[in-house]
């Protein structure tokens, strides 16, 4: 079974800093490594996906790397904002299941 | 818009009380999830469908039951088995009837036992 941990489970920055969360998973054999956004209260937002034979995922301010031999996934936010506060969660799926094992996630609060 | 839409957005459970919580998408897609978030934990899948008249369980199903009689539709109850349902429920769905691509999110259902 996939276990996907989160660490830190909270972060507080200044805004302008950049923002890095980690994503850790123990079995390699993954189908692709997904970021998502929560909103307190909120439903889900997908940030990026990585497949499986990618190295990193780029979308704006937001790039993610996936290094499948040691089991890591990092996000990175550029020159964060108040409004990039929001809880951002991993997801891995295995390549022969089609189930999402999501980590607990990591609460960033960008301070003004 | 297409979307995914849930309700009610709070819901009031007394003890004993079957309860189901609404899932409705128009997206057409194929495959349609139940997750459960409890505080500080990530998302526990409870049920999903890949296809109509189709659906499997998830790691947590004890206490639940679905159904998948249209394609935009997979309805969630929550039974007086499951003892512990004070929860947020997260309903997704994704474009193929595979569970690896990306899931797109409704805006949740927080249920509280009374």
């Known amino acids: 079974k996939q276990e996907v941990t989160q660490i830190p489970a909270a972060l507080s920055v200044p805004e302008g800093e950049n923002l890095v969360l980690n994503c850790s998973f123990t079995d390699s054999a993954i189908y692709n490594l997904q970021w998502f956004r929560q909103d307190p209260g909120k439903g889900l937002t997908s940030l990026l996906l990585?497949?499986?034979?990618?190295r990193e995922q780029t979308s704006g301010r937001l790039n993610a790397s996936l290094d499948k031999s040691s089991g890591r996934s990092t996000l990175y936010i550029a020159a964060s904002q108040p409004g990039d506060s929001a809880t951002y969660l991993c997801?891995?799926?295995?390549?022969?299941?089609?189930?999402?094992?999501f980590g607990a996630g990591t609460t960033v609060t960008v301070r003004a | 818009d297409g979307g995914i839409t849930q309700s009610p957005k709070y819901l009031f459970r007394k003890e004993g009380q079957n309860v189901t919580l609404s899932c409705e998408q128009n997206?057409?897609?194929?495959?349609m999830y139940w997750y459960r978030q409890d505080p500080g934990q990530g998302l526990r899948l409870i049920y999903y469908s890949q296809i109509v008249n189709d659906f499997q369980k998830g790691d947590i199903a004890e206490g639940y039951s679905v159904s998948r009689e249209k394609k935009e539709s997979f309805p969630l109850t929550v039974t007086s088995a499951q003892k512990n349902p004070t929860a947020f429920y997260l309903c997704a769905s994704s474009p193929y009837s595979g569970g690896t691509d990306t899931q797109y999110f409704g805006p949740g259902t927080r249920l509280t036992v009374l």
């Open positions: 997801a891995a799926p295995l390549s022969n299941d089609y189930k999402l094992s």
């Open positions: 990585i497949q499986s034979s990618q």
């Open positions: 997206l057409n897609h194929d495959a």
